[in-house]
């Protein structure tokens, strides 16, 4: 049974950081494409990066335009667990931010991949950035 369980979020002052973890159960984090997401409330669910293994130990990720420079998607594969580094936040970075994982879609990974391919979600965490 895959599981996936985020924790890490807050309330932080612009320009602060944060870093979110995704602690994965039930498949090698090697066999996945993982994301983040993250969604505000009756707005679209909106990706934030994806990472998948491109060799063994080895991970390629991707981040969508508006985080670029200051979000960090990484993998710590003795941990099994995916994270987000968020530095220099904004206050439009407040959103509930979601991690999710899909191994059929490894070879085919990346920001263009929609929420719905994806089938293995977690419950999400609250991000929340102002002064």
């Known amino acids: 049974q895959v599981q996936l369980m985020e924790s890490g979020g807050g309330s932080v002052q612009p320009g602060g950081s944060l870093t979110l973890s995704c602690k994965i159960s039930?498949?090698?984090?090697?066999?996945?494409?993982m994301g983040w997401f993250r969604q505000e409330p009756g707005k679209a669910r909106e990706v934030v990066g994806t990472?998948?293994?491109?060799?063994?130990?080895?991970?390629?990720?991707e981040h969508v335009d508006s985080v670029k420079g200051r979000f960090n998607i990484y993998v710590r594969n003795s941990e099994n667990t995916l994270y987000l580094q968020m530095n220099n936040l904004k206050p439009e970075d407040t959103a509930k931010y979601v991690c999710?994982?899909?191994?059929?879609?490894?070879?085919?990974?990346?920001?263009?991949?929609?929420?719905?391919?994806?089938?293995?979600w977690g419950q999400g965490t609250q991000v929340t950035v102002s002064s």
């Open positions: 999710a994982a899909d191994p059929s879609l490894r070879t085919s990974c990346g920001i263009r991949r929609t929420p719905d391919e994806f089938r293995f």
């Open positions: 990472v998948y293994a491109n060799s063994p130990r080895k991970y390629s990720a």
């Open positions: 039930g498949v090698t984090v090697g066999d996945l494409c």
